[in-house]
Nanobody
Framework: QVQLVESGGGLVQPGDSLRISCAASGGAVTDFHMGWFRQAPGKEREVVAAIAARTAPYYIDSVKGRFTMSRDIAKNTVLLQMNDLKVEDSAVYYC????????????WGQGTQVTVSS
C-alpha cells in the first residue's frame, strides 16, 4: 500500500516562496505519475502540476513560471517549489500518485495547508 505524506505548508506573505514535499512509502515515486492538487474553500479540487516518467512537468496556466515540480529519487519524495505566491494560491495542497495502467489517481496524501496573506 502506497502512503503519501505532505509537509512544508504554512502561512506566508504575497511574493514569498515556499516548498512543500510529499514523501512516499510502499512504492517508488518513479513508478507512478505524480501530481500536486489543491482545494480552496468552496472550490473544486484542481490539479496544479503533474509529472510523468519521461515527459516535462505539466502546470496549470495560473502557476506557470512560478511553481516547479520535481522528484528527489534518493529521498523518494516529490517537491513543489512555489515562488511569488499570491493570495489566490491559498489552499490545501494534496499529493497524489496515478497508477499508469489504470489511469486514475489511486493514492492521496492528507494534504498540507498553504495560506498566503498580508
Amino acid at each position: 500500500q502506497v502512503q503519501l505524506v505532505e509537509s512544508g505548508g504554512g502561512l506566508v506573505q504575497p511574493g514569498d516562496s515556499l516548498r512543500i514535499s510529499c514523501a512516499a512509502s510502499g512504492g517508488a515515486v518513479t513508478d507512478f505519475h505524480m501530481g500536486w492538487f489543491r482545494q480552496a474553500p468552496g472550490k473544486e479540487r484542481e490539479v496544479v502540476a503533474a509529472i510523468a516518467a519521461r515527459t516535462a512537468p505539466y502546470y496549470i496556466d495560473s502557476v506557470k513560471g512560478r511553481f516547479t515540480m520535481s522528484r528527489d529519487i534518493a529521498k523518494n519524495t516529490v517537491l513543489l517549489q512555489m515562488n511569488d505566491l499570491k493570495v489566490e494560491d491559498s489552499a490545501v495542497y494534496y499529493c497524489a500518485a496515478m497508477i499508469r495502467s489504470e489511469n486514475r489517481w489511486a493514492y492521496w496524501g492528507q494534504g498540507t495547508q498553504v495560506t498566503v496573506s498580508s
